[in-house]
């Protein structure tokens, strides 16, 4: 087996070429010897033991046609390979780079047989104090120059599967990318959402506007509205400072008084955040907080009954 299918590497390889297509295993062998150059061929007991695992793992499955297997991909067997794009398209690359290799290596061998060729009809003319014949020293020559062009053959075709794995790794990381790019985008989109809704519910933001438009003399609201509250601060607390009546007075109206509240409601929680970095927060302070927007809550509530 090449080492570029080291560490259980192969499995990544068949996941891919069954996601190309569903194959029984005689295709998969003959399509990883291709992609080889013929210069690799796995053996049955390398394959389809390889095959039977990836279906007990649930990667894929199979149906008989024609008295064979043949294998497809499953959703899961596609979800791996997409979590393992960039491992994927360094495989192609090393694939590329291992047919050059053994192209190379053969090569080599195919001149290193030449010279031994030529060195032993030497020797044995010499020995024989003959020259060899025209015949054959043509049917010599012909064998070389099909040893020639064979190499010539598989150089070629590693130089193509070559830049066809080079383009296969270009996508594999371009839609690695897309996918990271559209994870993004969702996460984003479920943040902002997840903004929006808080930032229209009541609840505590309702509370805390309370607590300063509770004295902001509007029409059907404050105290005057609704007889005085009852606060619920802790004994000694610092008493709330008096309503600004300019507060917010930069924020112009839009003509729907449900989004001026939201905005209201906006600025506001942003002012007690600013207080709370500021200042800091203890347990003594989170009481006093809470029994002023309780009572501010009642506060507002009653107003907004009042107004209905």
Same mark, same amino acid.
């Given at each position: 087996?090449?080492?570029?299918?080291?560490?259980?590497?192969?499995?990544?390889?068949?996941?891919?070429?069954l996601?190309?297509?569903?194959?029984?295993?005689?295709?998969?062998?003959?399509?990883?010897?291709?992609?080889?150059?013929?210069?690799?061929?796995?053996? @049955?007991?390398?394959?389809?033991?390889?095959?039977?695992?990836?279906?007990?793992?649930?990667l894929?499955?199979? @149906?008989?046609?024609?008295?064979?297997?043949?294998?497809?991909?499953?959703?899961?067997?596609?979800?791996?390979?997409?979590?393992?794009?960039g491992?994927?398209?360094?495989?192609?690359?090393?694939?590329?780079?291992?047919?050059?290799?053994?192209?190379?290596?053969?090569?080599? &061998?195919?001149?290193? !047989?030449?010279?031994?060729?030529?060195?032993?009809?030497?020797?044995?003319?010499?020995?024989?104090?003959?020259?060899?014949?025209?015949?054959? %020293?043509? !049917?010599?020559?012909?064998?070389?120059?099909?040893?020639?062009?064979? %190499?010539?053959?598989?150089?070629r075709?590693?130089?193509?599967?070559?830049?066809?794995?080079?383009?296969? !790794?270009?996508?594999?990381?371009?839609?690695?990318?897309?996918?990271?790019?559209?994870?993004?985008?969702?996460?984003?989109?479920?943040?902002?959402?997840?903004?929006?809704q808080?930032?229209?519910s009541?609840?505590v933001?309702?509370?805390?506007?309370?607590? %300063?438009?509770?004295?902001?003399?509007a029409?059907g609201?404050?105290?005057?509205?609704?007889?005085?509250?009852?606060?619920?601060?802790?004994a000694?607390?610092?008493?709330?400072?008096?309503? &600004?009546?300019? %507060? !917010?007075?930069?924020?112009?109206p839009?003509?729907?008084?449900?989004?001026?509240?939201?905005?209201?409601?906006?600025?506001?929680?942003?002012?007690?955040?600013?207080a709370?970095? &500021?200042?800091?927060?203890?347990?003594?302070r989170?009481?006093? @907080?809470?029994?002023?927007?309780? &009572? @501010?809550?009642?506060?507002?509530?009653?107003?907004?009954?009042?107004?209905?």
């Amino acid at each position: 087996m090449p080492p570029v299918f080291a560490h259980g590497r192969l499995r990544l390889y068949l996941l891919k070429l069954l996601d190309e297509a569903p194959r029984h295993g005689y295709e998969v062998i003959r399509l990883l010897e291709e992609r080889f150059q013929g210069l690799y061929a796995p053996s @049955a007991g390398t394959v389809y033991p390889r095959l039977a695992k990836l279906e007990a793992e649930g990667l894929v499955t199979h @149906a008989t046609e024609g008295g064979r297997k043949v294998y497809s991909i499953t959703e899961a067997g596609r979800a791996e390979l997409a979590d393992r794009g960039g491992e994927l398209a360094d495989l192609e690359l090393e694939i590329r780079d291992s047919v050059t290799e053994l192209a190379a290596e053969i090569r080599e &061998d195919v001149r290193g !047989a030449a010279g031994d060729l030529r060195r032993e009809m030497r020797a044995a003319a010499s020995a024989s104090e003959t020259r060899v014949d025209d015949e054959s %020293w043509a !049917a010599v020559k012909e064998e070389l120059s099909r040893a020639r062009q064979e %190499w010539k053959e598989q150089a070629r075709r590693a130089r193509d599967e070559s830049r066809r794995a080079r383009e296969e !790794a270009q996508q594999a990381r371009r839609q690695a990318k897309e996918a990271q790019e559209r994870a993004r985008a969702e996460v984003q989109r479920v943040t902002r959402q997840f903004q929006e809704q808080f930032a229209k519910s009541g609840g505590v933001l309702g509370s805390l506007a309370g607590a %300063w438009l509770g004295g902001s003399g509007a029409a059907g609201s404050g105290p005057t509205a609704t007889g005085p509250s009852q606060s619920t601060a802790p004994a000694g607390s610092a008493a709330p400072p008096a309503a &600004d009546t300019d %507060w !917010a007075e930069d924020l112009a109206p839009t003509g729907d008084p449900a989004r001026d509240l939201d905005r209201l409601l906006d600025r506001f929680r942003d002012e007690v955040r600013d207080a709370a970095r &500021d200042h800091g927060m203890t347990s003594a302070r989170l009481d006093e @907080a809470r029994a002023h927007l309780a &009572d @501010a809550a009642a506060r507002l509530g009653a107003a907004l009954r009042t107004g209905s």
